[in-house]
């Protein structure tokens, strides 16, 4: 069935960093491909999508490219903020399946410390 | 911005009692779904519903659950008799439609704790 990986947490950066957080999924057919994060004591916020391959999605300085000859949609931000501190998940819909349902990754928990 | 809304924010039961989460999903979106995270697991499907009906189930939504829109704004999971297994936070999500590249719009969630 379909499923997709992120890269074990939690991620510790200062200010300013670089970051990368790997997602690699496992589907047949034409998935879409989403970002989600969940601040502290909320609820889970689209961050960015992509629909097809090639399609980069973008919000609020992050981005992710939806790569289907590596199975992958890694979300990347140039320079992060400590209010970027959060549990981001990466997931997808209409595999293997085309059905409805969301399939999540574990979560990466990023903490950015001033 | 329309947003998903959840009640209770944290709900204590009893084990083997019923207990009834309530969602209000955006107001002009037609799918309604329910997931759920077990500390320290993944977020999991539980089911969506479309036009009154069940469109998608999970292997985790037994008989013990339900769902239900009694009026045109609510949406409901009922959970029958209640298991220690059954605490974690409930997440509500809607979206505009069920194409693949519609988004869902998750709440806060409900919080559910099984004594």
């Known amino acids: 069935g379909d499923s997709v990986t992120q890269m074990e947490g939690p991620v510790t950066l200062s200010e300013e960093a670089f970051l990368t957080i790997n997602c690699t999924y496992t589907?047949?057919?034409?998935?879409?491909l989403f970002w989600y994060v969940q601040y502290p004591g909320e609820g889970l916020q689209l961050l960015l999508k992509?629909?097809?391959?090639?399609d980069k999605g973008s919000n609020k300085g992050f981005e992710a490219t939806y790569r289907k000859e590596t199975t992958s949609f890694h979300l990347e931000k140039g320079s992060v903020q400590v209010s970027d501190s959060a549990v981001y998940f990466c997931?997808?819909?209409?595999?293997?399946?085309?059905?409805?349902?969301?399939?999540f990754g574990k979560g990466t928990t990023l903490s950015v410390s001033s | 911005e329309p947003e998903v809304t959840q009640t209770p924010s944290h709900q204590v039961t009893q084990m083997g009692q019923e207990v009834i989460l309530r969602c209000v999903p955006i107001?002009?979106?037609?799918?309604f779904y329910w997931y759920r995270q077990i500390l320290g697991q993944k977020v999991e499907f539980l089911v969506s519903?479309?036009?009154?009906?069940?469109?998608?189930k999970s292997e985790i939504f037994d008989d013990q659950f339900s769902v239900e829109r009694p009026d045109g704004s609510n949406f409901t999971l009922k959970i029958r008799s209640t298991k220690l297994e059954d605490s974690a936070m409930y997440f509500c999500?809607?979206?505009?439609?069920?194409?693949?590249?519609?988004?869902?719009?998750f709440g806060d969630g409900t919080r559910l704790s099984i004594l």
């Open positions: 999500a809607s979206s505009a439609d069920g194409a693949v590249n519609q988004p869902q719009h």
């Open positions: 589907a047949t057919g034409y998935p879409s």
């Open positions: 992509a629909t097809k391959a090639d």
């Open positions: 997931a997808l819909k209409g595999g293997n399946q085309a059905g409805t349902a969301l399939i």
């Open positions: 107001s002009n979106h037609l799918y």
């Open positions: 519903f479309y036009n009154n009906e069940i469109s998608e």
